[in-house]
């Protein structure tokens, strides 16, 4: 069964960059489109960022686009997430989900998962 787990959340000044990463254990993470999700307390979650199971095809929510960008590396089983030019409203629990379905053309932004991680949470606050 595969499980992931995140890290790289922090407390960042407004402006600031944070790269999270989604570490996968149990099977291959090539198996899967990745998708990063992002959940405030009381708020429905959010996707943000996607990308296929070998590369490429990423797509972004309008939200982050031009500030976060995703990427892999499947040979260390590693979905990260770069957070660049980050803003108060961008806080938020982060996770990272792994999409239930293998054969998606284009990856999805709000996929059903296979599996999901803890979170790792973001705080943008001066």
């Known amino acids: 069964q595969l499980q992931l787990v995140e890290s790289g959340g922090g407390l960042v000044h407004p402006g600031g960059s944070l790269r999270l990463s989604c570490a996968a254990s149990?099977?291959?993470?090539?198996?899967?489109?990745i998708t990063w999700i992002r959940q405030v307390p009381g708020k429905e979650r959010e996707g943000v960022a996607c990308?296929?199971?070998?590369?490429?095809?990423?797509n972004y929510a309008e939200s982050v686009k031009g500030r976060f960008t995703i990427s892999r590396n499947n040979d260390k089983n590693t979905v990260y997430l770069q957070l660049n030019s980050l803003r108060p409203e961008d806080t938020a629990v982060y996770y990272c989900g792994a999409d239930a379905n293998p054969y998606r053309p284009i990856c999805a932004i709000l996929p059903p998962f296979a599996s999901w991680g803890q979170g790792t949470p973001v705080t943008v606050s001066s």
């Open positions: 990308i296929r199971r070998y590369g490429g095809g990423e």
């Open positions: 149990g099977l291959s993470l090539d198996r899967y489109a």
